[in-house]
Every structure is written in structure tokens, then in C-alpha cells.
């Protein structure tokens, strides 16, 4: 029974996501109102590491994992790679303004670049560009491995970032090594915060008795879920309106799917479902709608009906078992070495014409 129960939990934990990333996004701006003229951010599994801008000129840990992971010197280290950052955007603004022969107004040059690492597959990719107004700019093809634009005021960057051999050189050593590295590495670091999965509370929601009704679900993590209404055991398509999946601010995300019953009769309602799927857990959880204390804001003023948040006992203490039984895994294991951070590639100036 209990090895029954661990295989279920490394089921659990083993389907959570394969796909790893490290991503880095710097902006340089000018004249954008309360924006700060240079942020840079990076990101694990699309969860926030760092955070430095122009105001703080600090380079600073924005999860407890990373802090504790790590040490001054590499906070250090970061702030002082990214304050270089900051002056070469500075200048970097300039040069792309003077190449669309613009003299002032708002300008945002960005950069983007990082890489992927499939936990099955051990495949790697990685990306990097750079865009100027929205528009891409520069960007790697990292098959062949040199530069490419579809905009003609980058053609002398391009060219000359093509004939730096030791460049490209690196660039392509940081994302097929480094890169790869630094993300295995960030995820051990995190790998219980990372990897763990959060169930959302689940609620229906309408406006009105006229109006579509909202399946609501908040709280949950990872951001890969999917959500939606059935009827005799099949998806409904018409009708249904789906909604994104966005943050909450604390580090878990929402997302609702609206369904048009203005055509079915009341006493119907109790055919129709909500499902709600999160990557890394086998059980759906499932909410049967019910119009049966069902209020609207039409009738008594109140806001918006209900049906009510249900727990997913089982789930729950699935969830925290594993937590628990990870965890106390996790501590075995040494510390990881602290390494001297030099994730960043080369600071790139675009050169001057
Ligand atoms: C950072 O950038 C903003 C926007 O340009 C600017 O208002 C602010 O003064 C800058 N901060 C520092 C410390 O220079
Ligand atoms: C019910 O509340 C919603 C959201 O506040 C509002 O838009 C709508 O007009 C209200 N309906 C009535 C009948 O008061």
C-alpha cells in the first residue's frame, strides 16, 4: 500500500513539467513615463529570480530558493554585469535612434534571450534577439549560428556581429553549455517550489440570471492548466468562452471559462460540468454547476451567484504528502556548490555608423 502510494506521488511529481526554461529580458527605454530607463529580469520555469533596474542599481533575489542558494558574491557579481548592461542600453537607445533617424519621443529597446532543456529528451534550445520599438531587431538563428534582421538599419550590426568569429564562438557555447548548466542547476535550487503543484478553489460565478455563467479557478501552480465545461461526459464547445491564464500575485494564477446557459432550462443545469486539469496531477477536479442555491444580484442585490468552493480533500493531502515526503528527500542531498555567476553572454554594442 505504501510503495503503492510513493509510486503514485513520483507519478505525480515525474508528469510535472518536462520542459525547463531560463529566460532573461532587459529593456532600455527613453522618456516613458514612471518607467524606470533600464530593467532587467530573469526567470526559471517562468518564476522570477532577480530583479535589478535602473533605481535600485542592485541586482536582487525576488525567491527565497535562489537567496538561499546562493551567496554576496553572486548578487555582486550580477549587479556588476548588469550595471554595464544599463550603460550599454543607455547608449545602445541612441545608436538605434540616430539609425531610424529619430531624435527624441518614447523608444524601447529590449533584449531577450535564453534556453530550454526537455527533462525526457535532454534536448536543448535556446534564443536570443534583441527587438527596438516592438519590432524585432536582431536575431540569432542558432542553427547556423549567426545573425539575422529583417529590418535594413540592422544590416551593419548584423554584418559585423557575423564576421566575429571568437563572438559566435561563445554565443553558441553559452546557449548549447552554459546555459543549460545554469538552468539544471537554478532548478535543483528551487526544485520544491518549482515542482510543486497547487490546486485551485473553484467557483461559479454570474453576473446576472441573464448572463453567462463564469467557472472560476484561483490559486493554482504550475501556470499549465486547462479548464472546461462538459455535458454527458463531452467538452461543450458552443457557447464556451475561454479565458486566459493570469498571475496572481503571489506566485499562483487564475484563469475562468465562461458558458452561455440562457437556453437551457433550470432545472438542466445540474448537467453540466467544469473541469479543471493541472499538469503534474493525474485526478481532474470537477465541479457539478447547481442552480439550486444559485443567487443573483438582480433579485436580492448580491452580487453574483455561487455555487461554492470545493474542497479537493483528497487531492490536497495527496499534494502535501508529497510535498513533505520530497522535501525531506531534498534535505538529504549536500548543498549545492555556490559558482561564481557569469551566466550573462557578452554585453553587445550595436556599433556606431
Ligand atoms: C531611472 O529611470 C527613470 C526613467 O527614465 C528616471 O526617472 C530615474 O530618475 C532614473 N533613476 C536614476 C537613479 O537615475
Ligand atoms: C449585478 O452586478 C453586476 C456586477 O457588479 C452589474 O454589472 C450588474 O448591472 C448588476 N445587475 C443588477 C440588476 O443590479
Not at 28 to 39: D, I, Y
Not at 78 to 85: A, R
Not at 205 to 220: I, Y
Not at 322 to 348: C, M, Q
Request: net charge negative.
Amino acid at each position: 500500500m505504501l510503495k503503492c502510494i510513493f509510486l503514485l506521488l513520483i507519478r505525480i511529481y515525474s508528469t510535472a513539467a518536462v520542459t525547463h526554461s531560463l529566460k532573461y529580458f532587459y529593456t532600455g527605454s527613453s522618456q516613458v513615463k514612471k518607467f524606470p530607463e533600464f530593467v532587467a529580469v530573469g526567470l526559471v520555469d517562468d518564476v522570477q529570480i532577480f530583479h535589478y533596474d535602473n533605481n535600485t542599481l542592485r541586482c536582487e533575489p525576488k525567491q527565497d530558493w535562489i537567496k538561499e542558494n546562493t551567496d554576496v558574491q553572486y548578487w555582486e557579481s550580477e549587479t556588476d554585469i548588469l550595471h554595464s548592461y544599463q550603460q550599454i542600453f543607455k547608449a545602445n537607445i541612441e545608436i538605434a535612434k540616430s539609425r531610424f533617424t529619430q531624435t527624441g519621443g518614447v523608444h524601447v529597446f529590449q533584449q531577450m534571450y535564453g534556453c530550454e532543456w526537455d527533462d525526457e529528451t535532454k534536448e536543448v534550445t535556446g534564443y536570443f534577439q534583441y527587438g527596438y520599438d516592438g519590432e524585432d531587431f536582431l536575431m540569432m538563428d542558432m542553427k547556423e549560428n549567426r545573425w539575422i534582421t529583417p529590418k535594413q538599419q540592422a544590416e551593419m550590426t548584423k554584418d559585423r556581429w557575423n564576421n566575429n568569429r571568437a563572438l559566435l564562438e561563445r554565443d553558441k557555447n553559452y546557449f548549447n553549455q552554459r546555459c543549460p548548466e545554469w538552468l539544471k542547476k537554478y532548478v535543483d535550487y528551487g526544485r520544491s517550489s518549482l515542482m510543486r503543484t497547487d490546486l485551485p478553489s473553484v467557483s461559479f460565478l454570474q453576473k446576472s440570471s441573464s448572463s453567462p455563467v463564469s467557472c472560476h479557478a484561483t490559486g493554482f501552480y504550475p501556470d499549465k492548466a486547462k479548464m472546461f465545461w462538459r455535458k454527458d461526459g463531452k467538452e461543450i464547445h458552443d457557447g464556451v468562452v475561454k479565458g486566459e491564464i493570469l498571475p496572481n500575485n503571489d506566485g499562483t494564477f487564475q484563469m475562468s471559462v465562461d458558458i452561455d446557459l440562457s437556453s437551457v432550462a433550470p432545472e438542466d443545469w445540474n448537467k453540466y460540468e467544469c473541469v479543471f486539469q493541472l499538469s503534474g496531477v493525474k485526478e481532474d477536479i470537477v465541479h457539478r454547476l447547481e442552480k439550486t442555491g444559485t443567487r443573483s444580484n438582480e433579485s436580492n442585490g448580491n452580487m453574483w451567484i455561487i455555487v461554492v468552493v470545493v474542497a479537493v480533500a483528497v487531492l490536497g493531502v495527496i499534494g502535501v504528502v508529497g510535498f513533505i515526503i520530497y522535501k525531506k528527500k531534498n534535505a538529504k542531498r549536500p548543498p549545492s556548490p555556490v559558482e561564481n555567476a557569469r551566466p550573462l553572454e557578452e554585453t553587445k554594442f550595436l556599433p556606431e555608423a
